[in-house]
């Protein structure tokens, strides 16, 4: 079994980034954030002690492990004193492949031989996010959704380079913290998470600028329909059992033909034009304006919510 960090270096203090952090911090891990951005790097160390808390209180972890993780939390002030003796570095900037490139270069000049560097890239091919990197052999995308420190999967894409301790011990870090990592065997643009995810929303986002439903509609149509569906068994599995004992065979013979009616009638444009995307922001504002905060603080009490009623599930199959 790999040995816990005794030091998590995070590089980026946004939304993926402090979320990463708080993560840590309440599996009692000492972790160093750092950006580029002063005004960024003074919000993280708001929105860190928050974010480890709240998840005491949404019972997903314990205030004495919490507060120990929040005592060796830092913000780091540079690079160098951030990354310096990290056990793991993971990278959480903005989804801008040269400025990721840049930043694995310096962090190779400072990171230890034995350090894990992983991206938290959501779509951009491995090999060339550590292109500029020496020992590529230690470096793989670890792509976590948001918020990642109350959703369990991550992406683990290993780039060719990549050797397979590594993977490995990547794979021993994300369980300690609670996560559920699925390897991807191939590296294609957007992974798997973000193809799905793609895919569902430019259906949802053709419904909704096509006069079909609003926003507030959609959003409970998917969330209590398909995806409910989906949290409890996947959409392969899902199909398998609606038709019972006859399984998928059965479906595909009676429903395979209303499916591919309705695929051919899909939406299949690949860019949205200003005008589409001032009309879908509107929709959203109008659907949500002055809400987001309670609407924010709702998401996390459900998504707590529904992982317990999961674990729980699970140790009966």
Avoid at 24 to 49: K, Y
Avoid at 51 to 69: D, F, K, S
């Amino acid at each position: 079994m790999t040995a816990l960090p005794h030091k998590v270096a995070v590089i980026g203090a946004g939304e993926i980034g402090c979320g990463w952090a708080a993560l840590c911090a309440s599996a009692g891990w000492p972790v160093t954030v750092f950006d580029a951005s002063a005004r960024t790097l003074e919000r993280a160390s708001i929105e860190v002690p928050r974010r480890a808390r709240a998840l005491v209180a949404l019972e997903r972890a314990t205030q004495g492990i919490v507060e120990r993780g929040l005592l060796e939390f830092q913000q780091g002030r540079s690079l160098l004193q951030a990354v310096q003796d990290a056990d793991w570095v993971i990278e959480a900037i903005p989804e801008d492949l040269l400025a990721k490139q840049k930043l694995f270069a310096a962090v190779e000049e400072v990171a230890g031989a034995e350090t894990l560097v992983t991206s938290s890239s959501s779509g951009l091919p491995p090999s060339e996010v550590f292109a500029r990197c020496r020992r590529q052999d230690r470096c793989l995308v670890a792509h976590p959704l948001n918020p990642p420190e109350l959703i369990p999967l991550v992406e683990v894409v290993p780039s060719p380079r990549t050797g397979a301790p590594w993977v490995t011990r990547a794979h021993d870090y994300l369980q300690a913290l609670g996560r559920m990592p699925i390897v991807i065997r191939k590296a294609v643009p957007g992974y798997v998470v973000g193809r799905v995810s793609a895919a569902v929303w430019r259906e949802c986002v053709d419904l909704v600028l096509t006069g079909v439903i609003d926003v507030d509609g959609l959003d409970r149509a998917v969330s209590l329909g398909p995806a409910f569906g989906w949290a409890a068994a996947g959409p392969h599995l899902t199909y398998h059992l609606a038709a019972g004992e006859g399984g998928v065979t059965l479906f595909l013979q009676r429903l395979l033909a209303s499916f591919e009616e309705w695929w051919s009638g899909l939406a299949t444009w690949n860019r949205l034009e200003p005008e589409q995307q001032r009309a879908l922001i509107q929709a959203i504002d109008r659907a949500y304006k002055g809400k987001l905060a309670a609407l924010g603080e709702a998401r996390d009490k459900r998504l707590s919510a529904l992982l317990r009623a999961l674990e729980q599930a699970r140790t009966e199959v």
